[in-house]
Nanobody
Framework: VQLQASGGGLVQAGGSLRLSCAAA????????IGWFRQAPGKEREGVSC????????YFLDSVKGRFTISSDYAKNTVYLQMNNLKPEDTAIYYC????????????????WGQGTLVTVSS
């Protein structure tokens, strides 16, 4: 069971990126998929989460209105559309899974992928 995040890159402040989280070995139907990020020298933090039960949740006030999480269950892929990016969004972004319901607790999630680096220049 593995999740793989992709879509990161270098973008100027105000730009946009769309991250993808694809699953291998299981289907998203019975899982909540969360997006997390970890900036250099900082702890990993929850950004957003989506599940059939909870819908879309955003854990950080700083991304509300700028980031949108969505899912394509037919493709077994979850997306994070990031608009109006800011330098403080620079981090490695990860996706991970937890059964059924979203939670803010990072340690509850499993099947972490390698992450994808997002760099926002000022």
């Amino acid at each position: 069971v593995q999740l793989q995040a992709s879509g990161g890159g270098l973008v100027q402040a105000g730009g946009s990126l769309r991250l993808s989280c694809a699953a291998a070995g299981f289907t998203f139907d019975n899982y909540a998929i969360g997006w997390f990020r970890q900036a250099p020298g900082k702890e990993r933090e929850g950004v957003s989460c989506i599940s059939r039960s909870d819908g879309s949740l955003y854990f950080l006030d700083s991304v509300k209105g700028r980031f949108t999480i969505s899912s394509d269950y037919a493709k077994n892929t979850v997306y994070l559309q990031m608009n109006n990016l800011k330098p403080e969004d620079t981090a490695i972004y990860y996706c991970a899974a937890v059964p059924f319901f979203c939670t803010r607790h990072v340690n509850a999630f499993r099947s972490w992928g390698q992450g994808t680096l997002v760099t926002v220049s000022s």
